[in-house]
């Protein structure tokens, strides 16, 4: 099983820990285990996922700070940096 602290390095993130670096998602840090490790299994199964099926992976996970739709920014932009 891999956790956050394992999907990448300092020196080499994971395309996940990129694209939310660069689409400025983390607020509070909260959630954020939870969203990143939820999208990096489905994105490990899904290459290309439509933005519905994107949606819908990430549906039942919550953001108290608000940045959902930062955070679809940056799966999506990580699908693609992968695919």
């Known amino acids: 099983m891999v956790t956050l602290s394992g999907l990448g390095t300092p020196e080499k993130p994971h395309p996940l820990q990129t694209a939310y670096v660069e689409e400025q998602v ?6 954020i285990n939870g969203w990143i490790m939820t999208a990096a299994a489905f994105l490990r199964d899904n290459k290309k996922p439509t933005d519905a ?6 549906q039942g996970i919550k953001c108290r700070c608000g940045t959902h739709m930062n955070i679809f920014r940056a799966v999506k932009r990580a699908a693609s940096m992968m695919g």
Not at 53 to 58: D, E, S, T
């Open 53 to 58: 099926q994107i949606k819908q992976a990430l």
């Open 26 to 31: 983390t607020q509070c840090g909260y959630c």
